[in-house]
């Protein structure tokens, strides 16, 4: 069995997280096995939360898989506590990335041009870093400015222009050309208006291609679903499939977990009822 190392946090509300990358990956046939970065009583997106951080735990874990002789198919590092916590990713990565270790890293620092709570300039430049030693990156489009040292209000000022997409697009070329490897860059949750409706779409770039998929937006973002559409993606490619096929699948697959939520009016904290269509991916 394929096996993937989920570097991420543990809310025990939110459907976020390693919630939502274990059985995602799991239904996909790849033994998933996590690292914790903290454990969370609720994602940070609740009005009140606690917070145990797990930094000093997280070499336990590197060293001790060590000494099993174990090796990963991918890693995914998904939602890192403090800049610290970055030089943990980069030990690991120098146990266990081997030559055909599948590297994803989801730069999570911040939504709507504005950081979290644990992110600041050092927690950039520590992201930064570890994002060059990636094979995929999954950032939403803060987080790409961030990567990229664009001003995002900038360029989310031009989203109603016809070239909005290829503006983004150099952005993405801009951060792969920093890269230690051939890169694929992922931009997740692009909101677009055209002729009065809304859509949210991914947009994946890497050598040579470039392409963009879409849905109609609902006007919720849901907690978890950049999760969701990462793990999937990640195991997508781990399976053989193509960057296409892998956002695609991602895309779909959330589509009508997103639009239920909606219609249901689930709290936007609380995440999406994506269990039932975990079938959607077997």
């Not at 797990?54 to 090796?71: A, L, R």
């Not at 040292?149 to 109603?160: I, L, P, Q």
Request: proline share 2%; aromatic share 10%; glycine share 8%.
């Amino acid at each position: 069995m394929k096996r993937v190392a989920l570097i991420n946090d543990l809310s025990g509300f939110g459907k976020c997280s390693l919630t939502a990358a274990i059985p995602v990956i799991s239904v996909m046939g790849i033994q998933a096995c996590p690292l914790p970065t903290a454990v969370l009583t609720a994602q940070t997106g609740f009005s009140e939360f606690y917070c145990d951080d797990y930094t000093d735990k997280m070499d336990y874990f590197t060293e001790q898989w060590k000494k099993m002789g174990v090796s990963f198919d991918g890693i995914y590092s998904g939602y890192l506590a403090g800049t610290s916590q970055i030089a943990k990713v980069m030990h690991f990565l120098e146990q266990f990335q081997e030559e055909g270790t599948l590297y994803l890293a989801d730069p999570v620092m911040g939504d709507h041009g504005k950081f979290y709570s644990m992110a600041n300039d050092e927690f950039l430049a520590g992201m930064r870093e570890l994002s060059q030693m990636a094979d995929v990156i999954t950032p939403n489009l803060t987080e790409l400015c961030f990567l990229a040292g664009a001003d995002y209000e900038a360029v989310t000022a031009c989203r109603h222009e016809a070239d909005y997409t290829d503006r983004i697009k150099s952005l993405c070329e801009r951060i792969m050309a920093k890269a230690k490897k051939p890169q694929t860059v992922v931009v997740t949750g692009i909101l677009i208006e055209k002729e009065g409706v809304e859509y949210v779409g991914n947009l994946a770039v890497s050598a040579g291609q470039c392409f963009y998929v879409e849905t109609r937006y609902t006007g919720i973002g849901y907690s978890g679903t950049g999760d969701l559409f990462t793990s999937v993606v990640c195991g997508s490619l781990i399976n053989g499939l193509s960057v296409r096929e892998a956002v695609e699948k991602a895309t779909f697959f959330l589509q009508e977990a997103i639009e239920e939520a909606a219609a249901l009016e689930i709290p936007r904290n609380h995440g999406v009822q994506f269990e039932k269509y975990l079938f959607k991916l077997l």
